[in-house]
């Protein structure tokens, strides 16, 4: 079986990260091959350990028809059997080459993988709710990784929610494994006795970096004078938010306490460097970062946004607050601080909930279940 992954770019994010492992633990039968609408694609280097054949279609921007005949031509050439399209950025596109113009007519999945920040707040624009439902009915599954979101896509767009099956991400649970790593702490100039609260991801504005500064600020102030050296926050990634977070960390008075570490391709050992984890964000989808901070054994604090409750339990593997509420963030962290039993009991149920729960096998398994369900002519999922 065939199954070409349709990406926007091959970046680092959630959805592109969930393509890697499905290539990376698919089973034996399974040819898997990834095509790019756009550029920069940055994960491509990952695909070369498994042989996976990548295209990108260097699609201008708008509308392109070409991209999307090229695309058709790609699936016909390779004769592809699933078209899996990953967010709103492909949905168009591959639907039109899959289902339209390309000869072979192979099944069509689309996984919704969240909302922008302009959607969060202003709603998705009624052209794209049009497009979107009359697109619903041509596309064989769609999925979500969370029933939130799978219930907040269906209200969006106008279908009922049980046409939208939930298959929630996974994560590599050997990869990302409890472990403290003095090495890396000193390659980043943080001390082996410093207490870390971390955050990796996009500084992108919906992940609110900004309120994640005020509750280290105060979390700081909190500590005793003679302590707070040792108290130190790295923030793992990059984006479009990065220099104003900068000038705001430094406009707090705590540009020697704050670590912008940049885009990292060795995230699991950046996070063997932090004690809590801290996501604060205005939005989340079924957060992965959030997962592989859980799978190593952080507490993690996070906001009770999208689909994190669906992973979070309030103080029993996990700590959920409302966005924007630093004061709330800082307390915890504080107790996490005073506390290590604590930290180690919240951790250690953390790192359970994601075993049990959550495995990277599991997804997988889901996922190649649906592949083979619609090769054998099941009713689609989606179609009206």
């Known amino acids: 079986m065939k199954v070409l992954h349709l990406v926007h770019s091959f970046q680092t994010g959630g959805a592109e990260r969930v393509v890697v492992n499905l290539i990376y633990f698919a089973s034996p039968w399974l040819d898997n091959s990834v095509c790019s609408l756009t550029e920069p694609n940055d994960l491509v280097a990952t695909l070369a350990a498994r042989s996976t054949p990548f295209v990108c279609l260097r699609k201008r921007s708008g509308n392109d028809l070409g991209a999307v005949l090229r695309l058709a031509r790609?699936?016909?050439?390779?004769?592809?059997d699933v078209v899996h399209a990953q967010g709103w950025g492909t949905y168009l596109e591959g639907l039109i080459a899959a289902k339209l113009l390309s000869?072979?007519?192979?099944?069509?999945?689309f996984a919704f993988h969240g909302k922008s920040i302009d959607d969060v707040a202003n709603g998705v624009p009624w052209r794209r709710r049009v497009a979107q439902r009359l697109a619903f009915s041509f596309t064989d599954a769609c999925i979500a990784p969370a029933a939130h979101?799978?219930?907040?896509?269906?209200?969006?767009?106008?279908?009922?929610?049980?046409?939208?099956?939930?298959?929630?991400?996974?994560?590599d649970t050997a990869r990302f494994a409890p472990r403290r790593?003095?090495?890396?702490?000193?390659?980043?100039?943080?001390?082996?006795?410093?207490?870390?609260?971390?955050?990796?991801?996009?500084?992108?504005?919906?992940?609110?970096?900004?309120?994640?500064?005020?509750?280290?600020?105060?979390?700081?102030?909190?500590?005793?004078?003679?302590?707070?050296?040792?108290?130190?926050?790295?923030?793992?990634?990059?984006?479009?938010?990065?220099?104003?977070?900068?000038?705001?960390?430094?406009?707090?008075?705590?540009?020697g306490s704050v670590l912008f570490a940049g885009m990292r391709s060795d995230v699991p050992a950046c996070m063997s460097a932090m004690d809590v984890y801290l996501q604060p964000s205005l939005y989340e989808g079924h957060s992965l970062t959030i997962m592989e901070a859980m799978a190593m054994g952080l507490p993690v604090i996070s906001t009770r946004v999208g689909g994190t409750p669906e992973i979070i339990a309030d103080?029993?593997?996990?700590?959920?607050?409302?966005?924007?509420?630093?004061?709330?963030?800082?307390?915890?962290?504080?107790?996490?601080?005073?506390?290590?039993?604590?930290?180690?009991?919240?951790?250690?149920?953390?790192?359970?909930?994601?075993?049990?729960?959550?495995?990277?096998?599991?997804?997988?398994?889901?996922?190649?279940?649906?592949?083979?369900?619609?090769?054998?002519?099941?009713?689609?999922?989606?179609?009206g």
């Open 149 to 171: 979101m799978a219930r907040d896509y269906a209200a969006s767009i106008g279908v009922p929610p049980d046409r939208i099956a939930v298959i929630y991400n996974g994560i």
């Open 74 to 80: 790609l699936i016909d050439e390779q004769q592809i």
């Open 181 to 255: 790593d003095s090495e890396v702490r000193r390659s980043l100039g943080i001390d082996d006795n410093a207490f870390v609260v971390g955050f990796a991801g996009r500084l992108d504005p919906v992940k609110d970096i900004g309120t994640a500064l005020a509750a280290f600020a105060s979390l700081r102030a909190a500590v005793p004078e003679q302590a707070r050296a040792t108290v130190r926050m790295l923030i793992v990634g990059d984006g479009a938010e990065r220099a104003a977070l900068e000038q705001a960390a430094q406009a707090r008075g705590l540009a």
């Open 315 to 383: 103080g029993e593997n996990g700590f959920l607050r409302e966005p924007r509420d630093s004061e709330g963030m800082a307390q915890i962290a504080h107790e996490l601080y005073s506390r290590p039993q604590l930290r180690e009991r919240i951790g250690q149920a953390a790192r359970a909930r994601i075993t049990g729960d959550f495995s990277v096998a599991t997804m997988v398994s889901a996922y190649e279940h649906l592949y083979m369900r619609l090769l054998k002519g099941v009713e689609p999922q989606c179609a």
């Open 103 to 109: 000869r072979r007519r192979p099944r069509f999945i």
